[in-house]
C-alpha cells in the first residue's frame, strides 16, 4: 500500500521559512513526477511547485524566487524549502507523486503565516 507522509508544517511569522517534506512507503513503480500544492478553504487545490525525475522544475508565480522544491529519489521523498513567507502562502500543502497513470496524495500539512 502506497503511503505519502508529510511533514514540516506550521505556525510562522511573515517573512520566516519552512521546510515540508514528504517520503513516500510502499511500492511505487515508474515516478515521473512529484509535487507540492496548496489548498485555501473555498478554492481550488493549486500547484505549487513540481520537479520531475531529471530534476526539472516548475513553479507558479507567486512563489518564484522564494520556494525551492527538491527530491531524492532513493529516499523517494520531495522536499519544499520556503523562504521569506507571505501571509497569503498560508494554506494546507499536499505533496503529490505520480507514477504513470496514477496519482497518490499525502493528507496534507498546514502552513499558517502571521502578519
Known amino acids: 500500500q502506497v503511503q505519502l507522509v508529510e511533514s514540516g508544517g506550521g505556525l510562522v511569522q511573515a517573512g520566516g521559512s519552512l521546510r515540508l517534506s514528504c517520503a513516500a512507503s510502499g511500492i511505487i513503480f515508474n515516478i515521473n513526477s512529484m509535487a507540492w500544492y496548496r489548498q485555501v478553504p473555498g478554492n481550488q487545490r493549486e500547484l505549487v511547485a513540481s520537479i520531475t525525475t531529471t530534476g526539472r522544475t516548475n513553479y507558479v508565480d507567486s512563489v518564484k524566487g522564494r520556494f525551492t522544491i527538491s527530491r531524492d529519489n532513493a529516499k523517494n521523498t520531495v522536499y519544499l524549502q520556503m523562504n521569506s513567507l507571505k501571509p497569503e502562502d498560508t494554506a494546507v500543502y499536499f505533496c503529490?507523486?505520480?507514477?504513470?497513470?496514477?496519482?497518490?496524495w499525502g493528507q496534507g500539512t498546514q502552513v499558517t503565516v502571521s502578519s
Open positions: 503529490k507523486v505520480s507514477a504513470g497513470p496514477l496519482g497518490y
